[in-house]
């Protein structure tokens, strides 16, 4: 049997342009040995958790800087859960303000990841949420 | 309900768990694949390759949207449509980007649609080891197209051939001289060859050059040409088209389906389906038979013993060849 390889989805919700940052995590993830479906810009939340579903992903990671955080992320969160995908770590990363980042993180997001994050604090959250220890990997 | 209950009923998040199972090669995963096995074999497996850059994603996006507008001859309804992206992964870290989905968002929230992408995880034939059993999965699910994209494939990445039953070769302009069309390899496997990006100037060269060298190969593809004769010869034989297609702008497509539907009744009529199914499914038993034996083998070796014979090879001590011949000296296989 194959030892079990993390897969993520990383994603840009809304219609800000700048995917930069995601291509960076992106690339992090893809050098610790995970799987990274990246989806491109402006995803709808349906689009979303379309994605999440179909590619089985152990966490997503939403990508947003417009400041379209609160309207977009609990949808996000809700269509996921609904949709019986329970188990799902679900990551943000932009720039959200503190009080928002609390908010999130009562409706599910397991975590927030401001500007200037390294990407080694995300590889390892993004480890811990999928169940795997980082040596696990092959 | 068991999963393969879901399954069959169209339950989409039993059939995503399925698949990272298949891929993990968990044995759950072989026993719901075991158990759905007799519900497969109705899909219409087509395989879309070509180098990287030539728009094989965008193609594969506006294909399934026409497809889904586009009954089979004698339908009614648009057939569901499947798609199985794979992108590879690095040899280094094991981990891969897979983006054919930037590619494909036309193809949201349309529940006749299921796209999956798959790391190639080291497999070396421009598809992953599990990509045919996600096939089968998709199939049982009740998919009745299941388009499969390789990587960007170079000269040899020809393993598709053996995995679907139509396959679509793309070409973008400028890609190479007329001696690039007649090397053997991936044009070769075309049963339709697509020249995407044909509002590129030079385009016309491109399909002059191919249209030129098929006619070299005789009436139709070389690979079908032989089958034939290995068969005693059929009545129908598949000439095989050169399209032009401007993927990004939907251009071509609907001629791209019409032959897609008009091969499936050509392999039917003629008898190549029966023939190409059981092609495809040798190739896929001798591929895990291969794989189990090497498997098998190695565990039975004391520990180390392997790794040490490499090493011996590596000192020049033994040629492969001479080292395998004492590895598997007394195995009875």
Known sequence: ?138 | MTSTDLILQGDRLALARLLTQIENESPEGLETLGALYPHTGQAHLVGITGAPGTGKSTLVNQLALHLRKQPMPGEDIPPRVGVVAVDPSSPFSGGAILGDRIRMRDLAGDPGVFIRSMASRGALGGLARATAAVGLALDAAGFHIILIETVGAGQAEVDIASNAHTTVVIEAPSMGDAVQANKAGILEIADILVVNKADIPGADNTVATLRLSLEMAGSGNAQIAVEDRAEGGRERSWEIPVLETVAIKGEGMPDLVDKIYSHREYLTTSGMWEIREGKRVRSQMESLLRDELVKRFLKRQPDGRFEDTVQVVVNRERSPAQAIEELLKGEKL
């Open chain 1, 1 to 138: 049997m194959v030892k079990k390889k993390i897969r993520v989805l990383i994603c840009k919700p809304g219609l800000d342009g700048h995917d930069r940052g995601a291509m960076v995590v992106a690339r992090a993830l893809r050098d610790a040995g995970m799987e990274v479906i990246y989806t491109g810009l402006r995803q709808t939340p349906e689009m979303i958790a379309e994605s999440t579903l179909q590619e089985d992903v152990d966490v997503v990671g939403l990508s947003i800087l417009s400041g379209a955080h609160m309207a977009l992320v609990p949808k996000i969160v809700e269509l996921i859960r609904g949709q019986g995908q329970k188990d799902v770590g679900i990551v943000l990363g932009g720039i959200i303000p503190d009080e928002d980042a609390n908010k999130l993180k009562e409706l599910g997001v397991a975590e927030v990841f401001g500007p200037g994050t390294n990407t080694q604090e995300i590889i390892r959250t993004v480890f811990d949420l999928a169940g795997v220890e980082a040596n696990d990997i092959d």
